[in-house]
């Protein structure tokens, strides 16, 4: 069997969870189903397809090893991973032709200097997933440019370590009103060569050049066009799924669908 989804990535608080609900919600010509892969969720709001806090819940080890979060949620991800029987067999109730969304936890070492998520994604590989990264980077960021583009490199570390087709977008894009203001973080490949795109504290400008060299560095790597998600917008939300279903082929095993083709005839 062959499956699409995506595996939904960022820090805490970056829109992670609303992303999924907005997805399953809308569906999008697709039956979505979401898996929780975050065993410290404390409340989810989205129709939960597979949830890990069923296997491991992270109070639950902080209280028998006196562990701390952090140290909690490695050894999560390690129990996960060393019961993955328990995950194919709830991967197995799943429609082939089923949409997935992987909720992922929010701790960025996860991503960067542990290869858990890496083994996790190669896991997947094999049970017959196709499916890309989605890096969520909260549109705050933009507020500081050294703070934007620290962002962006967490999220081309997280693509490099994965080694999956990955996307980086904007979150929370309805909270912008300035939508100029937002153009100009959505092509990266100008936010080096105009003098107006220059919002650099004064820490930041003695390191301009740097900094000039990291926007270089992000854009070289496929992550300069950043797609935009405002969850009240519908075409926003389309146009990052024809993104992915682009990157990962989505809808090329799907057989088609014999209502529309009967209303394009009657339109012939």
């Known amino acids: 069997m062959f499956y699409y989804g995506q595996l939904v990535i960022g820090p805490a608080g970056s ?54 979060p952090n140290g909690g949620l490695v050894y999560c991800m390690e129990y996960l991973l060393q019961n993955w029987d328990w995950m194919q067999d709830q ?20 991503y960067s200097h ?19 990264s989605v890096y969520l980077v909260d549109i705050n960021f933009i507020e500081d440019d050294a703070k934007f583009l620290s962002g962006l490199l967490m999220a081309l570390s997280a693509s490099m370590t994965l080694e999956l087709p990955a996307f980086t977008v904007l979150s929370k894009c309805d909270l912008i009103k300035d939508k100029k203001k937002l153009k100009r973080y959505t092509k990266l490949h100008k936010f080096n060569q105009d003098s107006e795109y220059v919002n650099l504290d004064e820490f930041s400008k003695t390191y301009k050049s740097f900094t000039s060299g ?55």
Request: glycine residues 6%.
């Open 114 to 132: 542990i290869d858990m998520m890496r083994k996790l994604t190669q896991l997947l590989g094999n049970s017959g997933f196709s499916i890309c």
């Open 214 to 268: 990291i926007s270089e560095l992000v854009t070289s790597f496929g992550v300069g066009r950043l797609l935009c998600l405002d969850i009240t917008d519908d075409e926003s939300i389309d146009n990052i799924l024809g993104e992915i279903d682009y990157a990962i082929q989505f809808g090329d095993n799907l057989e088609p669908d014999d209502k529309l083709y009967d209303q394009a005839e009657q339109q012939l």
């Open 91 to 110: 991967l197995n109730n799943i429609a082939q032709d089923d949409y997935v969304l992987f909720d992922c936890p929010g701790q960025i070492e996860l």
């Open 15 to 68: 829109g992670k969870t609303s992303y999924c609900k907005s997805l399953q919600e809308g569906s999008y010509k697709r039956n979505i189903q979401v898996v929780n892969l975050d065993p410290a969720a404390d409340y989810i709001p989205y129709k939960c397809a597979i949830d890990i806090r069923e296997l491991i819940c992270l109070n639950d080890v902080m209280e028998e090893f006196e562990y701390g």
